[in-house]
């Protein structure tokens, strides 16, 4: 609307300049007071539509009434200057253009048919005018009005395809972008172990962004009920992750459920005892998630007005459930093998690293609150024997004895452990190291006066330390377990509390921190595994590229150490692609441009997973495995004199297995050619350097195809 009054007013302005041309000697000239009242009115008004008047917040039809006013004036001028000889014809062209522009269709026509007829008028007062030929001049005008204006009517309707076509493409994009930004910041939740709550409230917190909601919640189903396990809104969640509700009837959740298929719901009645009116929100989408072809649970979004969420809400959120299924999957499978990796497959108490991690944090409290904490370890006298005398069967049967012993001395918050084959530990929050002894004097009595079945007597020992003896965890586990051999080296079927009058101080272990970073790897190994395994045609490429990235290693003369450094860093190489979607990562033919925008993330986020587990150096080789002297690599684009040896290897071996291992998008070469093909790509795709390497390894015939 602005635009045509802005231009409306510089047709105007134009018309006013113009019109005294219409003195100049010829047909009809008009009197001087005809042409200086239109001159007149034409700037004034020409003004009045560039300055005065706010055209975004004008009535509709004030255009239309400067149109139609042009044609009265033009008709007016007309009349005076000569009728069907009058040049001021041509000012009916400024009004065609400007109606086939600017208005809808049928109004656009109407005023090109009313420029015709006001160039007519002079057919019915000027006399002769109709013998003296102007109906042919009238005959060629209108035809010309009518074509220029459908010609201009026409491309605009083309423009304005255009333009929304063009805005689709731009809006699609956009959200395809935000989406996998969304997942990639899922999937990286994921891959540095993230707990499966956080992993939840980050899905549904991401669901909300995309479909610009008010709250958004991930639930999962269990029989007839439903848990939420994540949930992201502006206020505080009103209930915790965990929860659970009974599916109702009405409510998106059981629809879901009962048609597989996204559900909506705009507006609830004021009656209604929804859960989702009742906390104020009164649109609510509901997808379904899908993890290994059966229905895992719902991803839902609310808005506190009806018909906030776009039309398309449903089909968004139905394919964000679906690429987030992927995530949650992975989750959920980390989350069991975190609970197995946490527990004792016997007695399902919890494990060794399991109890040091709550042993640590437990002791971080109650040194910083000033609180007591006592820890006791507990080991069956002479089990050895026990098992070698009467089997394994009557030695498990004793040890879920015991565990069901201490198990009933424990109060709510303390943590039971198995620890060892015989070994237990109970930490014991909120209590000395007497009241301990108490308890574990009581399950020593207990086992003594009532042993499994066949055993016979069986007696336990104990060592016990409280927080205030030992001052921080390490030494409190140390100094219980100090105590414990103690009690077993003088006389066992004892609890024996550590007192350093007495029992000797032990020696600290310096390779603690060395062990969980093994560990780390060893983790990280195994989803670098998992995601090879994703495709059957890329299982066990990890391993290959550190076999061959270890001889090209040994060909260079690294050191030993160097060389275990390279093969470690090799193993968990596209560790990254775990940020990948499935859909992108096992796609059979070519990647689109903005897929493979997504696949070359890999190496960035490869390296932010492995940060803090491997060395600065290594971290540096996954981050660049993919990085070419040419500057056409990436994630960085580096040049020949930024590469690292390190990096220029790892990327050499990585290339070369993709080139030698079928893959669906092409086939794999033979080893002769694939060699001649590096060597071709010497300086370009890799580093001179690395390809000598290879070199050196074939000649010596270590190369293999996958």
Known sequence: MRLAGRVSGLLYITAGITVPALLLPGHGAPALWVVLTEVGIALAWGFACLTIIRWERSPWWLSHLSSVAGLVLVALLMAASGGTQSHARLYLLFVVVFAAYFYPRWEALAFIVACGVVQALPLLYQSGAVQNGNLRELGIAFPTYVVAGGALIGGRAVADQLRTRASGLASERERTLSQHASLRRVATAVATSAPSHAVFTLVASEA????GADAAAAMRYHNDEVELVGSWGGTESRYPPGTRFALKPESEMTKVRATGQPVRTDGYPASSRHRGAVLGYQCCVCAPVWVDEKLWGAISVVAARPGALGADA??????????????IANSERQSQLARRASRDALTGLANHRSFHEHLEAEAARALRHGRPLALALVDVDFFRQINERMGHDIGDRLLLKLAHTLHALTRKGDLLARLGADEFGLLLPETDKRS???????????????PPAGVGPVTLTAGICDIDTAGGEGSLYRLADAALQW?????RDVCWIYDPSIVPVPAINPDASEVERCHALAGLQALSRAIDAKDPLTREHSERVAALAVRLAGVKRWSPERVELLESAALVHDVGKIGVPDA????????????YEVIKQHASLGAQIVEGVLSSEQVEWVRSHHERPDGQGYPNGLLASSLSEGAALLAMADAFDAMTAPRAYSKPKDIDTAVRECHELSGRQ?????????????EKGLLSAA
Do not use: C, N, W
């Not at 009690?487 to 006389?491: A, E, F, I, R, Y």
């Not at 992108?584 to 990647?591: A, C, D, E, F, M």
């Open 686 to 698: 890799f580093m001179p350097d690395a390809v000598r390497a290879l070199g050196a390894v074939y």
């Open 208 to 211: 909300a962004r995309l479909l």
């Open 314 to 327: 449903e089909e968004r959120l139905l394919e964000f459930a679906h690429l987030a299924a992927t995530s």
């Open 436 to 450: 301990a002894f108490v308890v574990l004097d009581r399950a020593r009595q207990r086992m003594a006066s009532a």
């Open 487 to 491: 009690g077993k080296t003088h006389g």
């Open 584 to 595: 992108i990562l096992l796609k059979p033919g070519k990647l689109e441009p903005a897929e």
